[in-house]
């Protein structure tokens, strides 16, 4: 590669003294030029290599949060049966090596996957080696990793067998079955020249089904067009899409929010919850899951809608409905679209009919996002003994 590069650049500057002998002093920088322009690093500074922000229907095609797979571990090798033999040593008793075992399968968590999208159906462990003469075992299969996302549940048949919730965290999903054994390892006294082997042992198999729930300190919860993505655009770094029509966000997006001190705190944009979500209505059951995972709720509240404390309290019904006692999570309300005009009204009801604390702002000015996100930071103190997760 450098060869070719030197020949190029040596090329080229004879190319330019031989111009510039002509007298044609212009046309060697236009060469050079076009000659840097063709390469990949200054492409990039002059901006080409800016991404383009995922659509809400692709972001759909690369989020997947629950996935049944089949998972067979690899089976065990076959014992061998031979006898030694050489010349001059024509009894040289039994050598046939043990099989080696069969490949485990193991689910492990990795914090760089943000997906289930990228595991298949099925998995199969790799199986051990044979036992082979002159004593030689069978290699035993290495095992195969399922790399899953922090917050992964394994279950089967519906109960929880793994609540995988830390980097690097492993669950053997199946054992590989264990190898045979070889006819030398029958010798014995009695029998001097046993022909007996055992072949190794089948992998176990079964069906799971992997669930993912988001996790994250704060939720936040709302009914369609609240203003949810835009708050959580707002107070963190995450960039989900914002419009002006129900159900803009299909899949749960996690920001996050950074304090001065190094803290950083997971807030996730879950899909909009409708009348009738603990029944599957709308995008339903699947979102209400993830609600569960997150240690505290903010609730979100659109103020130009005519009754918002009714929202409210049919948010609250729908978790309840869900699980007893989700909506008594620790939560603060927020109150939404404060810019519009007749909220103030609606703001000074809501405070007379709910007795927690209200925090107003409007997520599209950013007017007192920060009172949000000192709160954020005051829930979070308030309860780090009862994260379950470390971060
Ligand atoms: N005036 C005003 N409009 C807002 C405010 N926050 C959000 N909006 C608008 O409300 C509409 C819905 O906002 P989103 O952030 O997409 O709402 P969402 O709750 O994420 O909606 P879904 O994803 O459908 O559940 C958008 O047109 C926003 O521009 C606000 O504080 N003031
Ligand atoms: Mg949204």
């Known amino acids: 590669m450098k060869l070719v590069i030197w020949r190029i650049l040596s090329e080229a500057l004879a190319v330019r003294s031989g111009n510039t002998a002509a007298g044609g002093s212009g046309n060697s920088t236009v060469f050079i030029r076009n000659l840097s322009l063709s390469c990949k690093l200054c492409g990039k500074t002059q901006g080409n290599s800016k991404k383009k922000e ?66 298949s159906s099925s998995y199969r462990g790799e199986n051990g080696e044979s036992g082979r003469s002159k004593n030689c075992y069978g290699r035993n299969a290495d ?101 002006a029509y129900p159900f803009t966000t299909l899949n749960p997006h996690v920001g996050v929010v950074k304090y001065r001190d190094h803290e950083q705190l997971a807030v996730a944009d879950i899909p909009g919850i409708i009348r009738g979500a603990h029944l599957n209505r709308g995008l339903g059951l699947s979102f209400l899951r993830h609600i569960e995972r997150c240690r505290f709720l903010l609730f979100v509240l659109d103020m130009s809608s005519p009754e918002p404390w009714d929202e409210l309290h049919c948010l609250r019904h729908e978790l309840d409905q869900y699980e007893a006692g989700l909506s008594k999570r620790p939560h603060a309300i927020v109150a939404n679209k404060m810019d519009l005009s007749d909220t103030n009204e609606k703001l000074e009801e809501l405070k007379r009919r709910v007795k927690q604390r209200i925090i107003p702002l409007s997520a599209l000015t950013g007017n007192n996002t920060e009172e949000l996100i000192i709160h954020l930071r005051e829930l979070y103190d308030d309860h780090t003994e009862e994260n379950p997760f470390s971060w």
């Open 54 to 119: 995922l659509t809400e229907k692709k972001l759909t095609r690369y989020f997947v949060d629950q996935r049944r797979v089949k998972v067979q571990a690899g089976s065990g090798g076959d014992g061998c049966c031979s006898f030694h033999s050489e010349p001059r040593k024509e009894w040289g008793g039994p050598d046939g090596g043990n099989g080696g075992n069969g490949g485990d399968i193991i689910i492990k968590v990795n914090k760089q996957i943000k997906s289930l999208s990228l595991i």
């Open 143 to 243: 095992p195969k990793y399922i790399q899953v996302p922090i917050g992964t549940v394994v279950k089967e048949q519906g109960r929880t067998v793994a609540d995988l919730a830390q980097h690097r965290q492993e669950y053997v999903a199946v054992h590989g079955g264990a190898g045979g054994k070889g006819n030398r390892f029958f010798l014995s006294n009695e029998n001097r020249a046993p022909m007996t082997t055992t072949s190794g042992e089948k992998g176990e198999e079964r069906v799971l089904q992997l669930e993912l729930r988001t996790m994250a300190h704060a939720g936040l919860v709302g009914f369609p067009n609240a203003g949810k993505s835009s708050l959580l655009r707002a107070i963190s770094n995450a960039r989900p899409a914002v419009a």
